[in-house]
């Protein structure tokens, strides 16, 4: 079955880092997610992409975010300089479509752990 | 906006029946999701209800009432492996396309 993949699963980073964190969607899906859940909370949506632009983003998808699609695989979220409320699991998801009935069957990664110390 | 309110814990018995109720407000409607998600693991999609009724997927089964602003997933012969945080979601009409938004979870625990 296909599957979105994210690396790495666990990443540690220092206050002020940057740190970019990577995703391969599922081949034939056209529309691409990134969301955080910060450890035992809700799963809260940053950003969606498609046609290689910024579709919507929430209010945490601040300056200090960005998103970018390098090739024609990779699906990546960049956080400039990290601060401590940033550790959460990030996920990033996929759909093939982003409207109808498709548009609410995301697939998600496994999940990026980053820790800011 | 829209808003989702679930209840936070559920606990149930293995063979039983567990109900997850969801209550929604959003500024538009295009239907009701849910999710699954184990400990340290990924949201799987389960089921999705666009209009008013029952839909059943094997042993889950997910309801909504569009007039109630109310939906449930019906968890049936529940197993240990159904332990886990169940999400519902709707879209987030206020943008272009309608993101996905979730609730804060049920987190079900399925006791021997």
């Known amino acids: 079955e296909p599957e979105v993949t994210q690396t790495p699963s666990h990443q540690v980073t220092q206050m002020g880092q940057e740190v970019i964190l990577r995703c391969v969607p599922i081949s034939n899906h056209l529309y691409f997610y990134w969301y955080r859940q910060i450890l035992g909370q809700k799963v809260e949506f940053l950003v969606s992409f498609y046609n290689n632009e910024i579709s919507e983003k929430s209010e945490i998808f601040d300056d200090q975010f960005s998103v970018e699609r390098p090739d024609g695989s990779n699906f990546t979220l960049k956080i400039r300089s990290t601060k401590l409320e940033d550790s959460a699991m990030y996920f990033c998801?996929?759909?093939?479509?982003?409207?109808?009935?498709?548009?609410?069957?995301?697939?998600f990664g496994a999940g990026s752990r980053l820790t800011v110390l | 906006g829209q808003s989702l309110e679930q209840p936070s814990e559920v606990t149930a018995v293995e063979g039983a029946i567990v109900q997850i109720n969801c209550t929604y407000q959003t500024s538009g409607f295009y239907g009701l999701s849910w999710y699954q998600q184990h400990d340290g693991g990924a949201p799987t999609f389960l089921s999705y209800n666009a209009l008013d009724g029952l839909e059943e997927t094997g042993r889950f089964s997910s309801f909504l009432s569009r007039s109630d602003s109310y939906g449930y997933l019906l968890l049936q012969e529940l197993q240990m492996k159904d332990s886990a945080s169940y999400f519902c979601a709707v879209r987030d009409v206020g943008g272009s396309q309608g993101n996905l938004i979730f609730g804060k979870g049920t987190k079900l625990s399925v006791k021997p």
């Open positions: 998801a996929s759909s093939r479509t982003g409207q109808g009935s498709g548009a609410n069957v995301l697939t």
